[in-house]
């Protein structure tokens, strides 16, 4: 019943106030608690801004460095060139694969000079595989988590100046003895417009924050992907050299 009520009074206050209803007049008529919750909204808004460029950039490089990185070290470690293919991931420093990569032909590098141990390069490759993988997902996945806060938190945040507005439209009541809508007009409209910011920050870092994760679980595969390939390499390698 609340929800059917602020409906009807949102709609009699923008049929009323058609001729003034804009953002400047909207925030001169709130009071300072609802302003307050319109900054702190307006500061997550441009936090999830900031998050999703930086990451849709960083994403974007990433994949395309790989796609030219994957075939051009492909063909320098079938030749067996494990200097060159390290110097053509120097050259593509943010695909991802690159870097996972890089890591695992420098520790088999060092160990076939100075390990004596035999499997030992594989096993430490293995390991910088590992230790490359965890890092750079740790790279991409950064930011991202606080899009999923904002995403769940920005509509309480909302509903907190919602209350406030009510607070204001009863305070309305009792400074003006009387329960018309020109009482209440101040505070109801204060409760719909942070209600209604909430959710349009909220939601957007909600859908961009899904499609992330699915752009960070496909970047999770291809790195696993490139480590098995990478292992199944070196094994054939160093079988060659034992022959």
Same mark, same amino acid.
Request: charged content about 20%.
């Given at each position: 019943? =609340? @929800?059917?009520? !602020? !409906? &009807? ?10 001729? &003034?209803?804009?953002? !400047?007049?909207?925030?001169? $008529? ?11 909204? /307006? ?22 460095? $790989?796609?030219?990185?994957?075939? #051009?070290?492909?063909? #320098?470690?079938?030749? %067996? ?15 991802? =694969? ?33 230790? +490359? ?11 991202? $988590? $606080?899009?999923? &806060?904002?995403?769940?938190? #920005? ?8 209350? =406030? %507005?009510?607070?204001? +439209? ?31 920050? +909220? ?10 994760? @699915?752009?960070?679980?496909? /970047? ?17 390698? &160093? ?5």
């Amino acid at each position: 019943m =609340l @929800g059917v009520k !602020l !409906l &009807t009074l949102g709609l009699w206050l923008f049929q009323e106030e058609a001729a &003034t209803f804009d953002p !400047l007049s909207m925030w001169r $008529s709130m009071g300072w608690p609802a302003r307050a919750v319109v900054v702190v909204l /307006f500061i997550m808004s441009c936090w999830s801004i900031g998050v999703m460029v930086d990451r849709w950039i960083a994403y974007r490089a990433a994949r395309n460095q $790989s796609r030219i990185f994957a075939p #051009a070290v492909a063909g #320098a470690l079938k030749e %067996g060139k494990i200097d060159e293919a390290i110097a053509i991931a120097e050259q593509n420093k943010r695909s991802h =694969l690159a870097k996972v990569v890089t890591a695992g032909l420098q520790e088999f590098q060092a160990h076939q000079v100075s390990s004596e141990i035999p499997g030992e390069e594989i096993e430490a490759s293995k390991r910088a595989l590992e230790r +490359a993988a965890a890092i750079v997902h740790a790279e991409l996945k950064r930011g991202v $988590s $606080s899009l999923a &806060t904002i995403g769940s938190t #920005a509509p309480f945040v909302g509903l907190f100046g919602t209350v =406030l %507005g009510i607070i204001h +439209a009863f305070q309305g009541i009792a400074t003006q003895h009387t329960s018309g809508l020109g009482a209440v007009a101040g505070g109801i409209s204060e409760a719909l417009v942070t209600t209604a910011i909430g959710l349009f920050v +909220a939601i957007p870092a909600v859908w961009v924050y899904n499609y992330f994760t @699915g752009k960070i679980e496909a /970047f999770d595969v291809e790195m696993d992907n490139s480590s098995s390939e990478l292992i199944d390499y070196f094994l054939k390698r &160093t079988g060659r050299e034992k022959r």
